[in-house]
Nanobody, 126 residues
């Protein structure tokens, strides 16, 4: 069964930190780009970071660069997103997704490039 499961969301104060986890089944994880997206109420889903599970090449949205770090543990088929210096505007539902390949250029942040999605985990910053 191909799936992604997120965890780690919570309510935190501004300036705080969280670590989100995305546990992937083998087919979703291997030789793939795994991305983190977030969606605030009334807003479009935003791509914030991606990592290739073999090369570990990463890309970030400008809005999170320097504050968030994406990483992966291939032994655990897990992708992490470390969120530091959180701001109220970081509030939203965070999703991980598997692209089924390597999106070219800026397409890494396009949700339509991703085929498999988790159920999401809520992050609230106040």
């Amino acid at each position: 069964h191909v799936q992604l499961v997120e965890s780690g969301g919570a309510s935190v104060q501004a300036g705080g930190s969280l670590r989100l986890s995305c546990s992937a089944s083998g087919k979703a994880y291997g030789r793939n780009c795994i991305g983190w997206f977030r969606q605030a109420p009334g807003k479009e889903r935003e791509g914030i970071a991606t990592i290739h599970t073999v090369s570990e090449t990463t890309q970030y949205a400008d809005s999170v660069k320097g504050r968030f770090t994406i990483s992966t543990d291939s032994a655990e088929n897990t992708v992490y997103l470390q969120l530091n210096s959180l701001k109220p505007e970081d509030t939203g539902t965070y999703y991980c997704a598997a692209a089924g390949g390597r999106p070219r250029g800026d397409r890494w942040s396009n949700p339509y490039e991703y085929k498999i999605w988790g159920q999401g985990t809520q992050v609230t910053v106040s």
